[in-house]
C-alpha cells in the first residue's frame, strides 16, 4: 500500500460518501512532481537558481533565438510580474541579456549569455535523467502509455496549451 492509498483509507473512514478516487490519479501526479521538483533541488541550489529561473533559461535555449520578454512568459506560463523579477536576477547573474528594441522603446528582448547556454546545457539533462529515472520501472510501451493519458488529462485542464 503506497501513501496515496493510506490517504484515501484515512478518508473513507472520515467521509465515507466522498468518491476519493480521483485522488489515484491528482494527488499521485502532484506527489511526482514534486519529488521530481525535490530531486532538482541540489542541483539548482548548487548554481544558486530557482525552478523558475531554469525555466527561463530552458525556454531560450529552446528557441534557439532571443525573444521578446512576452513570449518568455507565455512559454514558461509564469505571471509577468515573476518574469521580470526572474530577468532581472538572471541578467545579474550573468546568465541572460536583455535589449531594448532600437525601433519600439517598449519591446524587451532576452537573449542567453554565453553562461547561461551552457548552465542550461548542463542542467537540462541533469532533469531528463531525474525522470528517465523516476520512470525506470516501466516499459517503453507503458511509459509511452501513461505520457499519452496524461496528456489527456493535461488538455482538459489546459485547453490553450494543445
Same mark, same amino acid.
Given at each position: ?7 484515501? !483509507?484515512?478518508?473513507? !473512514?472520515? %467521509?465515507? +460518501? ?5 485522488? !489515484?490519479?491528482?494527488? *499521485? ?24 529561473? %531554469?525555466?527561463?533559461?530552458?525556454? $531560450? ?18 505571471? +509577468?510580474?515573476?518574469?521580470?523579477? @526572474?530577468?532581472?536576477? %538572471? ?11 532600437? *525601433?519600439? *522603446? ?9 553562461? +547561461? ?5 548542463? $542542467? ?7 525522470? @528517465? ?7 517503453? +510501451?507503458? @511509459?509511452?502509455?501513461?505520457?499519452? %493519458? ?6 482538459? $485542464? ?5
Amino acid at each position: 500500500m503506497d501513501y496515496i492509498e493510506r490517504v484515501r !483509507e484515512q478518508w473513507a !473512514e472520515r %467521509l465515507p +460518501g466522498v468518491d476519493t478516487s480521483p485522488a !489515484e490519479v491528482g494527488a *499521485r501526479v502532484r506527489r511526482v512532481a514534486g519529488l521530481l521538483e525535490e530531486a532538482m533541488a541540489e542541483d539548482l541550489a548548487a548554481r544558486d537558481l530557482s525552478r523558475g529561473e %531554469l525555466d527561463v533559461l530552458t525556454a $531560450l535555449r529552446r528557441a534557439g533565438r532571443p525573444l521578446r520578454a512576452g513570449e518568455v512568459t507565455t512559454m514558461t506560463g509564469a505571471p +509577468g510580474a515573476s518574469m521580470t523579477k @526572474r530577468l532581472a536576477r %538572471l541578467e545579474r547573474a550573468g546568465l541572460v541579456e536583455r535589449t531594448v528594441l532600437e *525601433r519600439d *522603446r517598449r519591446g524587451v528582448v532576452v537573449a542567453l549569455t554565453a553562461r +547561461g547556454e551552457e548552465l542550461a546545457d548542463e $542542467l537540462f539533462p541533469r532533469q531528463v535523467e531525474h525522470e @528517465r529515472a523516476a520512470a525506470a520501472d516501466l516499459s517503453d +510501451g507503458e @511509459r509511452a502509455e501513461l505520457a499519452r %493519458l496524461l496528456a489527456v488529462v493535461l488538455r482538459r $485542464l489546459d485547453p490553450r496549451d494543445y
